[in-house]
């Protein structure tokens, strides 16, 4: 059990990684992109260009914030241990798929099952948080069944 926590876990992690190299590298193309910005004869698309390079700019050091946080919130979150119900860190087996509850990170494949990682904010996160085996809830015109928690 522990060891699957262990690998969902890691594969979380990867994804954070990874996206932190991707808005990394959109950051730097925007900056070098202002840069390399020339004055050209009409003034107004220079600035228009400029302004557009740096709202791409924010956006993607607002994305890499982001981030952040949620990779303070999967350093807290532990790989061993179970609980009769759903808490961050848990592996959640319902009739319409399994989840780990932890960080947004789409859908995770470990030895060919896949798993939805889900934050506990999220709409299906807050809808499992605390509840065990048996519990219904119904989520985008869905009947979920909890079948098991891990």
């Known amino acids: ?3 699957l926590k262990q690998q969902l876990h890691n594969l979380c992690t990867a994804y954070i990684a990874q996206r932190e190299q991707q808005i990394g590298r959109a950051i ?23 302004e557009r390079m740096q709202q791409e700019i924010d956006l993607n050091m607002a994305r890499l914030a982001e981030l952040q946080n949620q990779k303070a919130a999967l350093v807290h979150i532990a790989t061993d241990g179970s609980s009769p119900v759903v808490v961050p860190g848990s592996v ?20 060919g099952v896949t798993f939805y990682a889900v934050s506990p904010a999220s709409p299906v996160g807050s ?20 079948e098991g928690v891990e």
């Open 127 to 146: 809808a499992l948080m605390g509840h065990g085996a048996g519990h219904t809830f119904q989520l985008n015109g869905k009947q979920f069944v909890i």
């Open 28 to 50: 730097a193309d925007a900056r070098e992109s202002v840069a390399n910005e020339t004055k050209s004869s009409a003034g107004d698309k220079y600035e228009t260009g400029r």
């Open 92 to 111: 959640v087996f319902t009739n319409n798929g399994a989840f780990y509850v932890s960080i947004s990170a789409g859908q995770l494949k470990v030895d």
């Open 1 to 3: 059990m522990s060891g």
